[in-house]
């Protein structure tokens, strides 16, 4: 157990729909971190949050919008998705930004259709 | 499911001597192996990985081995510079035609390369 959660486990999605996922973490943790995970793809860096306070927008596309409600959750809006935005999304913290340990989330398996 | 256990937590060398990071898992189905390097305040960047259709891969001074039976792959840096002070992460995941079924990462390694 990492401390670090995330749901929905599995989502399936028309690309006219809106869904979001949520992450929520319990270690007492100040940034909070959105990965992309597809196959024959390295981990990539989505978005990076500080204290709120969002860091780092890796040329991710407007049809992910990120929110950070407290240092505690992190959302991942989706709106009229794509069929290559399939993948896992892996949520992640860390006690700062930079920091040695990052914390991983189960991920969510998201399937475009 | 996975465990990936990474050892040492951390590693300090001199500059221009070698630094070996180890990994063993737990799941004899994982076939694919990356290593992510994280500079201070900078996003981890995949550096190296590996798969299980081979023992050994290398890269100007960076090297990955893989030793299937004994499920335990190895990082190797040759000639290490200043640059090279980081975290490093090992992962083991499982990839078929469906993509991959989530990286299990060690809890990484801070390499620190002494002047």
């Known amino acids: 157990e990492t401390g670090v959660t995330q749901t929905p486990r599995h989502l399936v999605m028309g690309m006219t729909n809106k869904k979001s996922l949520k992450c929520e973490q319990h270690l007492g943790h100040n940034a909070m971190y959105w990965y992309k995970q597809s196959a024959k793809k390295p981990l990539e860096l989505m978005f990076v949050?500080?204290?709120?306070?969002?860091?780092e927008n890796n040329s991710v596309p407007s049809r992910f919008s990120p929110e950070c409600p407290n240092s505690s959750h992190l959302f991942l809006h989706l709106h009229t998705l794509q069929p290559e935005d399939s993948a896992l999304y892996l949520c992640a913290s860390s006690q700062d930004f930079g920091d040695n340990e990052q914390f991983f989330g189960p991920g969510t398996r998201l399937t475009v259709l | 499911g996975e465990n990936v256990e990474q050892h040492p937590s951390t590693l300090s060398v001199q500059e221009g001597d070698s630094a070996v990071i180890k990994c063993t898992y737990s799941d004899s189905a994982s076939n694919y192996f990356p290593w992510y390097k994280q500079e201070l305040g900078k996003r981890p960047q995949l550096i190296i990985d590996?798969?299980?259709?081979?023992g050994e891969k290398k890269d100007q001074r960076i090297a990955v081995t893989l030793n299937k039976t004994a499920k335990h792959f190895s990082l190797h840096i040759t000639e290490t510079q200043p640059e090279d002070s980081a975290v490093y992460f090992c992962a083991a995941s499982i990839l078929s035609g469906g993509g991959a079924d989530g990286l299990t990462f060690g809890k990484g390694t801070h390499l620190i390369i002494q002047p």
């Open positions: 590996i798969r299980s259709n081979v």
């Open positions: 949050y500080n204290f709120k306070e969002q860091t």
